[in-house]
């Protein structure tokens, strides 16, 4: 009953939805129990080593090494934003 990661999206500049990764490095062990499907979606700031954009040739939208830094309550799912995608 404990999450292991979470896939991370973000909006692009026409607004849908894009998978960028899985993420699962940096949730504490509350964050694990306490996760629950109706906590979801939330904003989460996430640190990466790099990222990669389809838009630049790459094959994916990935971040590299994503870790949980915190949970944003002060930001709304509509914020997030990359125009890269």
Not at 46 to 53: F, S
Request: hydrophobic residues 30%.
């Amino acid at each position: 009953g404990k999450i292991g990661s979470v896939a991370l999206y973000q909006y692009n500049g026409d607004g849908d939805l894009v998978y960028i990764c899985d993420c699962g490095t940096g949730l504490d062990d509350d964050a694990r129990t306490d996760g629950r499907p109706e906590d979801f979606p939330m904003v989460w700031q996430v640190k990466y080593e790099a990222r990669t954009y389809k838009s630049n040739g790459a094959d994916t939208n990935a971040l590299q090494f994503p870790r949980l830094m915190h949970i944003r309550t002060d930001k709304e799912i509509e914020e997030c934003i990359n125009e890269n995608l």
